[in-house]
C-alpha cells in the first residue's frame, strides 16, 4: 500500500515544516481535528487516510501495529542515544 503522508502526534508536532521542508506530506493531530483525542480515533483516522503515524506514545504504537497502520515509534531510548553520540562526537 502507498501511504500519502505522515501524520504527526501532539508530542511530534514541530517536526512538521521540517519533514515537509524534506518532500514528506505531513499533518499533525491538530491538523486533523484529533487534538487530545483517543488514541484509537487517531490510529483509525491515519488507517482511512493513508498516513504513517510518528509518536512517542506506546499505546498509539501498539495500536497502530495490531490495526496494520505503520509507524514510526520514536521513544525516550532513542532519543538519549542520539544525544549521547552528539555528545561524544563534541567531545573528541
Not at 15 to 32: I, N, T
Request: glycine share 8%.
Amino acid at each position: 500500500m502507498k501511504y500519502s503522508g505522515v501524520l504527526l502526534d501532539e508530542m511530534y508536532s514541530g517536526l512538521k515544516p521540517f519533514l515537509k521542508a524534506l518532500g514528506w506530506s505531513a499533518q499533525s493531530v491538530e491538523d486533523a481535528g484529533l487534538k487530545g483525542a483517543e488514541d484509537i480515533n487517531i490510529v483509525e483516522h491515519a488507517l482511512r487516510n493513508g498516513l504513517v503515524i510518528v509518536t512517542q506514545d506506546q499505546l498509539t504504537a501498539d495500536l497502530a501495529r495490531l490495526k496494520g497502520v505503520p509507524c514510526v515509534l520514536i521513544s525516550l531510548v532513542e532519543i538519549a542515544k542520539m544525544v549521547d553520540e552528539k555528545l561524544r562526537e563534541i567531545s573528541e
